[in-house]
C-alpha cells in the first residue's frame, strides 16, 4: 500500500472539475503541465487564466521532501516557524552525508559515526514536527521519492534541484531552498511564476546502444545550460510511451542540467507497471480512474506547435549515444565524433575510472543493463582496464541485484560498490585525500548529471564525461575515452578481436523488488514531547537567528565583494564535498563564500581586493573585515548565475556576511529566488554590457530604493576610484509581496510576523 493514499485520492477526487475549469477560462486544450498547474492552485478551483512566463501564482503542493545536506537549513528554519507539526506530507532523507571511500559498509559505518550528531538532530525535528525519516543508507533521496511517493499529477517541491527526477511518474516535482520548502510545510501558499512550456516529441523508439540518457544529452545540446530556464519540459509521442518509468525519470533528472523549472510525461502504461511493482496497486488503480487528466488533450500532441512555446523533436531511432562534457553538462559529442572530438581539444584517452548509478542512473533497469556488459568481460576473456564503481539509488534497489547476481558479476570485474547515497555524483568521494587542489589532469566517465570543475572528486583538473551506464561500462571495459563499442573491437586477453554485445536488461525485476529493511522510520503521532537538541559548542550545528532588513542608508557607499567571471555554480558560491558538514552551521559555512567563484579582474579564485586596506585575499576574509566595519557589499557575475543545485547557503553565507545585493546578466531560477527569500536584492543589468563598466575599487549608490516597486528598474551609481561615475540600471522580477521579504529582512521574518 501506498503512503498518503488519502492524500492521493482527493488530490484525484478534484481534479476533473478544476482541468475542465481551467479548459473553458484559457479556452483551449491543455498540456500536462497546465492541468496539473491549474489543479493545485492555493485558492482551489482556477479563477482566471495565467500569462505564461509573467504572473505570479500561488500553489498548493501535495508534499515536501528535503535531503540531509539541506534539509538542516530548511528545518533550522521551520523550527521557527511557529507550527507544531507539518501542514502536508514532509520526509527527510539522509543521502549527502555519506563520503565514497572504501565500500558501502566501511563508508556507511564511518558516515553514521563522523556525522551521527547530524543525523539524530534530522531524525529528532522528523519526529517532533511528524515528518518521515530514511535514515542514512536507505538511498538517494529521488530514487527513493520515485519508488513511493511519486504519483501522476500530483505536484510536489524538494529542497534538491533534482526534484524534478518524480517528472518520470507524471508529477511536476520541483527543486526549491529550504525556505520555499518551510512556506509549504508552515501550511503556506508557494509562488512561483506560471512556467512557460516547452515540448518535446519523441518519435521512434530507442534500440541498441541507445539509451533515457541519450535524450536528455540531446536536449541539453539544443536547450544549453540556460535554455530551459523559466520552463516546464513536457515530452510525449511514441517514443515517450516506449520508454520505461525509470528512463522518463532519468530524462526528468537532468532537466535541472537545462535551467527548467521541471520536466514531466505524460501517464502511460510503463508509469502503471512501475507503481504496481513498487506495491502501489492503490495508486495505480485510483489514476486509471482519472487518467484522461494525467496527460495532455489530445489536441495538444497532435499539433503541439500551437500549444508550446517551444518545440524540439528527436528521432529516437536514429539518436545515437553521446557523451557529455567536459565541465559543463551541455557539451554534448555523438560517441561516433569522440575520437576526433578528444584529439582536436586534448582530451586525455585514458579513462581512470567508470561510475555508474546516483539518482540519475540507478533503476534495476539500467543496472542489468550495465551488469550484461560486464558479464561479456569474463564471457569474452577480457579485462577491465579502469577502474570501475557501482552507486545504488536505494536499499531496494541494491537488495533486488544482489539477490539477482548482479552484484556478484560486478564483483567478478573488480568493481566497488558505494552506499546507497550520492557520494561521487556530488563531491563526496574520497579519490585523493587532501591532494586533490592540485591532482593530475585525467579523464573520468560517469552515469551522473553535472561535471562542473572539482565536482566529483575536488580535483580541478578531472575531465568528467556524462554519458549512460552502458556506454560508461563498455568505457570502463576499454578504457579509453574513444571507443565506440558500436563499432569497435576489443582485444581478449588471448589475443583475439572481439566485440560487445549489445546491452540487455530488465524493465523490472522479473521475479519482483525484495528488500529486508528499506530503512524507513515513520514519526511519532504525537510528537509535542520530543526534545530537539543543538549543542552551543556544535561545529556542525547552530540555531538561527534572524536577519536584519537592509536599511535604505545601507545600500549607499557599498564596495565590490567580487565580479566573478564566466560560469559561476552553486558550486562555484559554496562548495559541497568536505563542506557538507557545515550544512547545518551557518556561521562555519560561510567560510567557503564565492572560494570557487573566479575573479574578473585577476582570474584568480579566492583572491579578490579589500577596499579598506588595499590587500588582497580570501572572498569570506575580505567579506568578514568589510562586515566588522559594518559596510555592505555587491555581487556582480556573468549570465545564468547561481547554475546548479537548489542549495539555499548560496544565499544565505552572502546574506549571512553582509552582501546585500547580486548583480549579474541572468540568473538561475532557484538560486534567485533563494536570493529572495533571504531579503536580498537579485538584480540584472538592463544593459548587459555595462558588466564591462564595473572596476575593482568601485562604490555603489541605490540611488531610488526608497522607490523599490514591481516593474520599475533601480539605479545605481558606481563610483570609480579615480572619481568618475557610471549610472548603471538595474531590472528585478519582485513582485509586492517578495518586496516585503525585502522589507522584512526575509521571507521567514515575514512567516514569523504573521503567525506571531
Not at 554485445?501 to 509535542?528: H, M, N, Q, T
Amino acid at each position: 500500500m501506498a503512503f498518503d493514499i488519502d492524500m492521493i485520492k482527493s488530490v484525484y477526487a478534484t481534479m476533473g472539475e478544476r482541468v475542465e475549469i481551467a479548459r473553458k477560462l484559457v479556452g483551449r486544450p491543455l498540456t500536462l503541465a497546465e492541468k496539473i498547474l491549474y489543479s493545485h492552485l492555493w485558492e482551489g478551483n482556477p479563477q482566471k487564466a495565467f500569462a505564461r512566463g509573467k504572473d505570479y501564482v500561488d500553489f498548493a503542493p501535495d508534499r515536501v521532501a528535503c535531503q540531509d545536506a539541506t534539509a538542516q537549513m530548511a528545518l533550522l528554519q521551520f523550527m521557527h516557524a511557529g507550527k507544531p507539526k507539518v501542514a502536508v506530507p514532509t520526509t527527510v532523507h539522509c543521502d549527502h552525508l555519506i563520503q565514497a571511500k572504501v565500500g558501502a559498509e566501511a563508508d556507511l559505518k564511518r558516515a553514521n559515526e563522523t556525522s551521527n550528531e547530524v543525523f539524530d538532530f534530522l531524525e529528532s525535528v522528523s519526529n517532533k514536527y511528524g515528518i518521515g525519516f530514511w535514515k542514512p543508507g536507505a538511498g538517494i533521496i529521488h530514487q527513493v521519492v520515485l519508488e513511493n511517493y511519486a504519483f501522476p499529477g500530483g505536484m510536489m517541491i524538494g529542497t534538491d534541484s533534482h526534484t524534478v527526477n518524480a517528472g518520470g511518474l507524471g508529477m511536476v516535482a520541483i527543486g526549491v531552498g529550504g525556505a520555499d520548502a518551510v512556506d509549504v510545510m508552515a501550511g503556506m501558499p508557494w509562488e512561483l511564476k506560471f512556467p512557460k512550456l516547452i515540448g518535446v516529441k519523441l518519435t521512434g523508439k530507442l534500440s541498441g546502444w541507445t539509451a533515457p540518457k541519450d535524450v536528455i544529452l540531446k536536449v541539453a545540446d539544443i536547450l544549453t545550460v540556460k535554455g530551459g530556464t523559466g520552463a516546464i519540459i513536457e515530452y510525449f509521442g511514441e517514443g515517450a510511451t516506449s520508454m520505461s518509468c525509470t528512463g522518463k525519470g532519468t530524462i526528468c533528472n537532468m532537466g535541472a542540467e537545462v535551467g527548467a523549472t521541471t520536466s514531466t510525461f505524460g501517464y502511460d502504461e510503463s508509469m502503471d507497471r512501475y507503481l504496481r511493482a513498487t506495491d502501489r496497486v492503490d495508486v495505480a488503480d485510483a489514476a486509471k480512474e482519472v487518467k484522461e487528466h494525467l496527460t495532455a488533450d489530445p489536441e495538444v500532441y497532435e499539433n503541439p506547435e500551437d500549444y508550446f512555446d517551444q518545440l524540439i523533436e528527436i528521432d529516437l531511432s536514429t539518436l545515437e549515444p553521446h557523451l557529455n562534457g567536459p565541465f559543463t553538462p551541455d557539451l554534448a559529442t555523438p560517441i561516433s565524433e569522440m575520437s576526433e572530438a578528444a584529439r582536436e581539444n586534448d582530451w586525455p584517452l585514458n579513462v581512470e575510472v567508470g561510475l555508474i548509478g546516483s539518482c540519475t542512473n540507478s533503476s534495476y533497469e539500467d543496472i542489468s543493463r550495465a551488469a550484461s556488459l560486464a558479464k561479456q568481460v569474463a564471457d569474452k576473456n577480457l579485462k577491465t582496464k579502469s577502474e570501475f564503481t557501482i552507486t545504488p539509488g536505494s536499499e531496494q534497489v541494491r537488495y533486488t541485484i544482489e539477490r539477482d547476481g548482479f552484484i556478484d558479476t560486478f564483483n567478478n570485474i573488480g568493481a566497488t560498490v558505494f552506499a546507497n547515497a550520492c557520494g561521487p555524483c556530488i563531491g563526496m568521494w574520497d579519490r585523493y585525500g587532501d591532494k586533490a587542489a592540485n591532482g593530475p589532469r585525467n579523464t573520468i566517465v560517469h552515469s551522473f548529471n553535472r561535471n562542473f570543475a572539482k565536482r566529483a572528486d575536488g580535483n580541478p583538473n578531472t575531465l568528467a564525461f556524462v554519458g549512460s551506464p552502458e556506454l560508461v561500462t563498455a568505457i570502463a571495459i576499454a578504457g579509453r575515452l574513444d571507443f565506440n563499442p558500436v563499432t569497435d573491437k576489443l582485444i581478449n586477453e588471448d589475443g583475439e578481436e572481439v566485440m560487445l554485445d549489445e546491452p540487455r536488461g530488465y524493465e523490472l525485476p522479473p521475479e519482483g523488488f525484495a528488500v529486508e529493511d528499506a530503512g524507513y522510520i515513520p514519526p511519532k503521532e504525537d510528537g509535542s514531547g520530543v526534545e530537539v537538541k543543538v549543542a552551543k559548542d556544535s561545529e556542525r550545528l547552530q540555531l538561527l537567528e534572524p536577519f536584519v532588513p537592509i536599511k535604505p542608508e545601507a545600500l549607499k557607499g557599498m564596495k565590490l565583494l567580487i565580479k566573478a567571471f564566466g560560469k559561476c555554480t552553486t558550486d562555484h558560491i559554496s562548495m559541497a564535498g568536505p563542506w557538507l558538514r557545515y550544512r547545518g552551521h551557518l556561521d562555519n559555512i560561510a567560510n567557503n563564500t564565492l572560494i570557487g567563484a573566479v575573479n574578473a579582474f585577476n582570474k584568480k579564485t579566492n583572491f579578490v581586493k579589500n577596499q579598506l586596506t588595499g590587500e588582497y585575499g580570501g572572498v569570506p576574509d575580505t567579506q568578514r573585515a568589510y562586515k566588522a566595519e559594518g559596510v555592505k557589499t555587491i555581487v556582480v557575475g556573468d549570465h545564468n548565475y547561481g547554475e546548479g543545485s537548489s542549495r539555499e547557503h548560496a544565499a544565505m553565507q552572502p546574506r549571512h556576511l553582509g552582501v546585500a545585493a547580486v548583480l549579474v546578466k541572468s540568473f538561475a531560477r532557484i538560486h534567485e529566488t533563494n536570493l529572495k527569500k533571504q531579503g536580498m536584492l537579485a538584480l540584472t543589468f538592463v544593459n548587459e554590457n555595462d558588466y564591462d563598466l564595473i572596476q575593482e575599487d568601485d562604490t555603489f549608490n541605490f540611488v531610488d530604493i526608497a522607490d523599490f516597486t514591481p516593474g520599475k528598474p533601480l539605479t545605481i551609481e558606481v563610483i570609480h576610484a579615480d572619481g568618475s561615475k557610471d549610472t548603471i540600471m538595474a531590472n528585478h522580477s519582485y513582485n509586492v509581496s517578495q518586496i516585503e521579504w525585502f522589507k522584512e529582512g526575509s521571507a521567514l521574518n515575514l512567516i514569523k510576523k504573521e503567525n506571531a
